[in-house]
């Protein structure tokens, strides 16, 4: 008898050992399954933190030179020496981490400098406001933000590298890997939702991305526009791309009228505006440099590792400040 009720509770657990083993396993099946499927459907990057809403929010200190104009607010999340230059304004308030020693040229101008609620260390850099420099409020304590990198863009599959001129034809997009339209095209080419390599455009050819009324994703390794080159944006376009975004001579991206339907993800690498190009959205950059340069514009909102701006360039608010 003794020996039957013990090999009862023998066999009782084992089941119990090979239920759990079962369940174990059913649940790590059920996780891969759904970090599987939430690689496949992240196509949409939207930052995973509620950011203040400010025009700039850059990791290290800003470089403003001659004749840039920020019209908003600028968070600087580490304690970096700074100047800002010429006749430079920020038309807002600069808040930057602990206390630093604040000095200014006789003809430059700001209200006043505000205290955060933020931590008072470090204290040991400096901020300079030179020549005909303006900003409105300086608000020292204000601890840095959390700024989430991006996940790694999706690579194509296409292995075509297709060049138009007008009257061709792209082909197949899902075979398409990188995609550029010559000056003598000198079209809008509407391109479907998928992953692709480099675009370019020159002369007044473009891209037309989106579906009204709807929300598509777009992953690129690097995306150029040229010379009087635009994109067109249809309904709420998010592009994600690996390497960088350079617009140059008078190329214009977004729609003024409605920059929140743009979101752009740069994974590293650059974001650059040049010669008088235009961007309307937003840019979301935490590990790349961004760069306005000689009479550019951004209106909208920048999130960045690092940030130029030069030659009578604009970044202005999209919130209010």
Same mark, same amino acid.
């Given at each position: 008898?003794?020996?039957?009720?013990?090999?009862?509770?023998?066999?009782?657990?084992?089941?119990?050992? !090979?239920?759990?083993?079962?369940?174990?396993?059913?649940?790590?099946?059920?996780?891969?399954?759904?970090?599987?499927?939430?690689?496949?459907?992240?196509?949409?990057?939207?930052? /995973?933190?509620?950011?203040?809403?400010?025009?700039?929010?850059?990791?290290?200190?800003?470089?403003?030179?001659?004749?840039?104009?920020?019209?908003?607010?600028?968070?600087?999340?580490?304690?970096?020496?700074?100047?800002?230059?010429?006749?430079?304004?920020?038309? $807002?308030?600069?808040?930057?981490?602990?206390?630093?020693?604040?000095?200014?040229?006789?003809?430059?101008?700001?209200?006043?400098?505000?205290?955060?609620? $933020?931590?008072?260390?470090?204290?040991?850099?400096?901020?300079?406001?030179?020549?005909?420099?303006?900003?409105?409020?300086?608000?020292?304590?204000?601890?840095?933000?959390?700024?989430?990198? #991006?996940?790694?863009? #999706?690579?194509?599959?296409?292995?075509?590298?297709?060049?138009?001129?007008?009257?061709?034809?792209?082909?197949?997009?899902?075979?398409?890997?990188?995609?550029?339209?010559?000056?003598?095209?000198?079209?809008?080419?509407?391109?479907?939702?998928?992953?692709?390599?480099?675009?370019?455009?020159?002369?007044?050819? $473009?891209?037309?991305?989106?579906?009204?009324?709807?929300?598509?994703?777009?992953?690129?390794? /690097?995306?150029?526009?040229?010379?009087?080159?635009? #994109?067109?944006?249809?309904?709420?376009?998010?592009?994600?791309?690996?390497?960088?975004?350079?617009?140059?001579?008078?190329?214009?991206?977004?729609?003024?009228?409605?920059?929140?339907?743009?979101?752009?993800?740069?994974?590293?690498?650059?974001?650059?505006?040049?010669?008088?190009?235009?961007?309307? $959205?937003?840019?979301?950059?935490?590990?790349?440099?961004?760069?306005?340069?000689? !009479?550019?514009?951004?209106?909208?909102?920048?999130?960045?590792?690092?940030?130029?701006?030069?030659?009578?360039?604009?970044?202005?608010?999209?919130?209010?400040?």
């Amino acid at each position: 008898m003794r020996k039957i009720s013990q090999l009862l509770i023998l066999v009782m657990l084992y089941q119990v050992i !090979n239920s759990t083993t079962l369940l174990a396993n059913n649940n790590y099946s059920k996780i891969n399954s759904i970090d599987k499927n939430l690689v496949h459907t992240n196509k949409t990057f939207k930052p /995973s933190l509620q950011l203040p809403k400010d025009t700039l929010i850059t990791r290290h200190s800003p470089k403003l030179n001659g004749g840039a104009r920020v019209e908003g607010s600028i968070r600087v999340l580490l304690a970096e020496s700074f100047d800002i230059n010429g006749n430079a304004k920020v038309i $807002g308030d600069i808040y930057v981490p602990g206390n630093p020693e604040i000095k200014t040229s006789s003809g430059a101008t700001y209200k006043a400098t505000l205290t955060g609620e $933020g931590n008072e260390y470090p204290s040991d850099y400096t901020i300079k406001l030179n020549g005909s420099s303006t900003i409105r409020h300086l608000v020292t304590c204000s601890d840095a933000v959390a700024i989430s990198s #991006i996940p790694p863009v #999706i690579e194509t599959q296409g292995t075509r590298d297709v060049f138009l001129i007008k009257g061709e034809q792209p082909g197949d997009f899902s075979t398409i890997r990188d995609l550029v339209l010559t000056r003598k095209y000198n079209l809008m080419l509407a391109i479907p939702e998928g992953n692709y390599g480099v675009f370019r455009a020159h002369g007044r050819s $473009g891209f037309i991305l989106g579906i009204d009324n709807q929300e598509t994703t777009y992953n690129l390794q /690097s995306l150029e526009l040229n010379t009087n080159s635009l #994109i067109e944006i249809r309904g709420k376009v998010t592009i994600n791309i690996k390497n960088s975004l350079v617009l140059n001579s008078n190329a214009r991206m977004g729609q003024a009228n409605k920059p929140t339907n743009l979101l752009v993800n740069v994974e590293n690498g650059e974001v650059k505006l040049n010669s008088e190009s235009e961007f309307y $959205g937003i840019v979301n950059a935490p590990d790349a440099t961004f760069t306005l340069n000689s !009479n550019s514009k951004l209106v909208g909102q920048v999130i960045c590792d690092r940030a130029n701006f030069n030659s009578n360039s604009l970044l202005k608010n999209i919130f209010p400040f």
